[in-house]
């Protein structure tokens, strides 16, 4: 599970700014402390906010540490307020990640059937939203990964294919070949 201990990662304030859409309360604060909704600003000063927000912050925050020890001081890599800005090469990234390697089998038999279990309770919890299932984490990559196979490919926002063939020319390779999803009936 990649996640930010934030209530959601800076790339996606990144997506949310370049597609000029504002952003959800409780992403992230203004100069002054107070939540905004505006993406350019959000991502310009980048004071997120912790998992949890404003009622359970420091649920998050205490949990941002603990990742923080493991994944960057644990391997002498650059740390909290050192970590170069998110865009910017002023300093060499220095960036570090933690794993962690258990075997649930030498604390008791019968894991896999456990987890199996939990997971299927998660999945069948009323959610919030009918239109929107609960999911585990791994769902939301499993899902992408059938939506891709199911496209031929991997699907990029115009955005992004854009300022990746910039990139391309202006450091002189080939750039990434794309194709056009064809349409589906309805939508035509």
């Given at each position: ?43 310009k000063i ?56 258990v ?42 990964m059938?939506?891709a ?40």
């Amino acid at each position: 599970m990649d996640m930010a201990t934030s209530n959601v990662a800076v790339g996606k304030i990144e997506v949310h700014m370049k597609k000029k859409l504002p952003i959800p309360l409780g992403w992230a604060v203004d100069e002054t402390g107070k939540s905004t909704t505006n993406a350019s600003e959000a991502f310009k000063i980048q004071r997120l906010m912790p998992m949890g927000g404003v009622l359970a912050g420091e649920k998050g925050y205490g949990l941002a540490i603990l990742v923080e020890i493991l994944s960057s001081m644990l391997a002498d890599s650059l740390y909290g307020p050192h970590i170069r800005k998110w865009m910017t090469n002023d300093i060499p990234a220095n960036l570090s990640q933690g794993f962690g390697c258990v075997n649930p089998e030498c604390f008791a038999p019968g894991f896999q059937e456990r987890l199996k279990a939990l997971m299927d309770c998660m999945r069948n919890l009323e959610p919030m939203d009918p239109k929107s299932p609960v999911q585990v984490p791994g769902d939301f990559e499993r899902n992408n990964m059938k939506k891709a196979d199911s496209l031929g490919g991997v699907p990029y926002d115009t955005v992004l294919m854009d300022k990746m063939r910039a990139l391309a020319e202006k450091i002189g390779v080939e750039p990434m070949k794309a194709f056009e999803s064809p349409k589906k009936e309805k939508d035509k």
